[in-house]
């Protein structure tokens, strides 16, 4: 009798265990990232039976879709629901919020309705989305291509993406356009770019700035943080430095004028004429013969993933450099000795040695003292102080450098640090991100400071060691 009440127990209980949970707010339930994905599915679909049209459970569904911490499968059933709700607000919301979608399945779905609906309006929400890096994958395999492509017949992909650039600014925010910009610099040679910019149109405030680049300088920035730098040296309170740079600019030949860039252009004015009057095999002697005799030092640091052997010379570097680039290795080895600037990098070098709570850096600028150029080494202090392997650049100093020589730090958490003389992985980064002439100065020992040129394209050059 016993054994009997126990089973009928445990049947009831087993057929209790299969009745779905009724909920009273299954609105709430459903959106609760607290809740099992087994019991929000089922509040959803009490909520899709019951009150399909409450505007709280297109807010869920939103929510689902847009918040991010939702798996792949509930945020494509959210989808699928908003899209058969109401296509045209769903149709506007993906334009601004694609950026949100974190799951590839997801995405794909978005990027199959949009070519299987024909959303023309889609396309430059995909340029958008194509302007995002993502690591591991090249450019030619992205599904964002394969998308416009299909949604613009008839038209290449790097055709589409600088129309959606130029003729539709009013559809885009200037965040959006500047990724759109990006985009173009990725998919296509600069020197077409430049060439492109010439002829387009004078459509936004943006294209104005870049048509001006490419017709005064033969130069446009390549990414968001260079579409500011130009819009700062636009100003017409910089008119007079704008004018100036025009100027040289006019003067150089083609084979000077290839690969240059907004950096080089604040280095260049302060060039002799000797250097200026120089083709590039001449130069590039005449920077072989200036190093050849200094005391280098070309152990790369490690700590953030750096090749240790990561190469430093001239020898190896000098094929890549451009003529803009083998002048400013030049100009900038000139300024760098100057004992002025020299006894300035010790005394920071030196400041930065007793400081572990930041490295220390600053910016190469050029003063006028006396009706003479003079260089200077600014030293800013950082905006943050996170570590002693790490200096955060200021906006002022960023500023500075719209119109500097170049941007330099110190690794100088020991007077023996010899080992990291030269810059690591996070330093090359930043320098693809912000596009300047950069410089690490790294003690070897009390008396030496040890000086690397590099540049945003991964060349590093050791220009020698400097004595106290």
Aim: net charge negative; charged share 25%; aromatic share 8%.
């Amino acid at each position: 009798m016993r054994t009997l009440r126990f089973l009928l127990l445990a049947s009831l209980a087993a057929l209790g265990g299969c009745v779905t949970p009724h909920f009273e707010d299954p609105i709430n339930v459903m959106t609760s990232t607290q809740a099992y994905p087994e019991k929000r599915r089922a509040a959803a679909a009490q909520a899709r039976q019951e009150m399909p049209a409450d505007p709280r459970r297109i807010a869920a569904l939103k929510t689902i879709l847009w918040d991010g911490h939702f798996p792949a499968e509930e945020q494509t059933t959210a989808l699928n629901e908003l899209v058969a709700l109401d296509e045209a607000q769903f149709r506007k919301d993906v334009a601004q919020r694609i950026l949100l979608i974190d799951h590839y399945e997801v995405l794909e779905k978005i990027f199959a309705l949009a070519v299987d609906r024909q959303w023309q309006e889609f396309t430059p929400t995909a340029v958008r989305h194509y302007a995002r890096p993502i690591h591991g994958m090249a450019d030619a395999n992205r599904p964002e291509r394969a998308v416009i492509e299909k949604l613009n017949p008839g038209k290449t992909v790097e055709q589409v993406v600088f129309e959606v650039f130029i003729n539709r600014p009013g559809e885009m925010k200037a965040e959006a356009q500047g990724a759109a910009w990006e985009l173009i610099n990725r998919l296509n040679p600069r020197e077409s770019v430049v060439a492109a910019m010439a002829q387009a149109p004078e459509t936004s405030p943006m294209v104005i700035d870049l048509k001006a680049a490419a017709a005064d300088l033969h130069a446009v920035p390549i990414n968001r943080e260079g579409v500011l730098w130009l819009s700062y040296l636009r100003d017409p309170a910089r008119r007079a430095w704008w004018d100036r740079a025009k100027a040289l600019v006019a003067r150089l030949s083609p084979e000077q004028l290839n690969g240059l860039e907004l950096r080089h252009l604040p280095t260049l004015l302060v060039a002799d004429d000797a250097t200026l009057g120089m083709t590039r095999r001449d130069l590039s002697l005449a920077v072989r013969r200036s190093l050849a005799d200094a005391e280098h030092h070309m152990l790369a640091p490690s700590f953030d993933g750096q090749d240790r052997d990561y190469p430093q010379s001239f020898n190896e570097w000098e094929a890549k450099l451009t003529w803009a680039d083998l002048a400013c290795i030049r100009v900038i080895a000139g300024a760098v000795a100057d004992r002025a600037v020299v006894q300035s990098f010790f005394a920071q070098a030196d400041e930065d040695l007793l400081d572990e709570t930041t490295e220390y850096g600053g910016a190469l600028l050029v003063q006028e003292q006396g009706g003479q150029t003079r260089f200077a080494a600014k030293l800013f202090k950082p905006m943050v102080r996170r570590s002693d392997a790490r200096y955060l650049a200021p906006p002022a100093l960023i500023e500075s450098l719209y119109t500097g020589v170049a941007h330099y730090h110190f690794h100088a958490q020991r007077q023996k640090n010899k080992e990291y003389a030269g810059p690591g992985r996070g330093d090359q980064e930043l320098a693809g991100r912000l596009n300047f002439n950069f410089l690490v100065l790294t003690f070897i020992d009390h008396e030496r400071l040890n000086i690397d040129f590099y540049t945003p394209k991964g060349a590093v050059v050791d220009l020698g060691t400097l004595r106290r």
